[in-house]
């Protein structure tokens, strides 16, 4: 059994626990186990201990490009928060999967490197913004990836340069290939002048403030942006802004954005979105995709 497991090889753990806090919109749902492994030798036993078992699990980073649409997951949720290693030297990075993206972005602004300011409010870890290759402000963290060390599905480390990565808008090589890990990156910076880089990501900071809900729960942009559209646009032009199923609510600040007024479950989330996709395809003829990942 995977409790045996975890037990005997001293993982840190939680049984039936709640998972609110492991998720940004901050649904309540109990998973059967939560762990937390240390290093990437934990991780991996664990991934090959599982798989064996045939147990059903799920890697996750901060927990916020995802929807619990369940109230109980039965089956392991692992986070990589404790794999949060980080080495700046000159402008070389390497980083581990499970240290915060917003906090590299401010480290890095401050010492005057350039490439990370468009994500000081991006709230993800390294690993799975790299995964999904996030951005803002027309800028992507594959811009500064050189190389990522990956648990691939023979359960074996191997190290996938930049051009093996096929990032695209929103996109990488892991979205399309389940069973491989990022547990640690290698990024380059370059050098440039301090008090500029501060003053942008200054600028930027006041700039999100203003236009999206950071007061509220929220998983950040739901659909990605269509080919010279903006997802916000067309969900506002379908009368959407504001309109609410039961505790999860289309943002009035940005359409783009669901969040959760205090009490939302992830089905009234997942049925949001349902409804936004069906009313922009029916009146504009474009399908808007999802970019946050729906658990059951």
Known sequence: MIKNFIDKNHYEYLEEASLRKYNTYRVDAL????????????FASLILAL?????????????????????????????????????ICDGNITVGAGYSLQKLAIDTASRGLVGLEFATGIPGLVGASIAMNAGAYKSEISSVVESVLVLNPNYEFVLMHHDDLDFSYRNSFFKENKGYYIVEATLKLEHGNPAEILERVSKRR????????????????????????FAGE?????????????????????ANFIVNKGNARGEDIVRLIRMIQDKVQEEFGVLLVLEQIIVN
Not at 35 to 40: A, E, Q
Not at 72 to 84: E, R, S
Not at 208 to 229: K, T, Y
């Open 234 to 254: 067309l969900i506002e032009k379908v009368g959407l802004k504001g309109y609410a199923i039961n505790g999860a609510m289309v943002s009035e600040k940005h």
């Open 206 to 229: 006041v700039k999100r403030i203003e236009s999206q809900p950071l007061d509220m729960p929220s998983a950040g942009s739901v659909f990605r942006n269509p080919p010279s559209m």
């Open 51 to 87: 798989d064996k078992e045939k147990y059903k699990y799920i890697v996750l980073g901060n927990g916020s490009n995802v929807i619990f649409n369940t109230t109980y997951y039965d089956g392991v949720v692992i986070l990589l928060t404790k794999l949060n290693s980080c080495s």
């Open 31 to 42: 998973a059967k186990y939560v762990v937390f492994p240390h290093n990437k030798e934990e």
